[in-house]
């Protein structure tokens, strides 16, 4: 019970800087699929059986948030914790899982080079899971952290399924 207190103050103290760093990821997801522009071809190749896309831009608005917050919540941690240079690589890997996430709107819905995009899809969620192997085991990170990358790992799994409807 100690612990969970001890997180939420943690999050508590850092709330302005998590969600500075949740709004700012978020914001560069919008203003790719934005910019972007086309749903139409989803919906012309993806037929009925395809989400919304809609849909998929919401997921992909929390996705891009949970990647932010995560990386700020992994830097934060690691700073007040650990040594900064042992959390770094798991930093890295989570900004990597954002990056891999915008390329894959950019190949599958934008270029339509879905299978760069299947693959993009796959190397985010090849990111996160190395985010969570790279992170430090002592002292143990926070349950916030567990609970972002299994929220990660399932959207990227989504948007896996989602590039696999494009293709068949």
């Known amino acids: 019970m100690r612990k969970w207190k001890r997180e939420l103050d943690f999050l508590g103290a850092n709330a302005g800087v998590l969600g500075a760093a949740a709004f700012l ?29 809609a ?31 042992s959390v770094l690589p798991s930093a890295g890997c989570t900004a990597g899982t954002y990056l891999f996430h915008l390329g ?7 270029t339509r080079l879905t299978v760069f995009g299947g693959i993009f899809a796959c190397l985010s969620v090849l990111c996160t899971l190395a985010a969570r192997l790279l992170l430090p ?18 959207a990227g799994g989504y948007f896996i399924y989602v590039t696999f409807v494009l293709i068949l």
């Open 104 to 110: 894959w709107y950019a190949a599958a819905l934008c």
């Open 25 to 53: 990821a978020a914001m560069g997801g919008v203003l790719l699929w934005v910019s972007g522009g086309s749903g139409w071809y989803f919906y012309k190749t993806a037929g009925q059986c395809a989400p919304s896309v």
């Open 55 to 85: 849909s998929l831009f919401a997921l992909s608005l929390v996705l891009c948030g949970l990647c932010g917050g995560t990386a700020g919540m992994i830097l934060l941690w690691g700073r007040a914790a650990c040594p900064m240079r």
């Open 137 to 154: 085991k002592s002292p143990p990170p926070p349950f916030v952290f567990t609970a972002s990358t299994l929220l990660l790992l399932c």
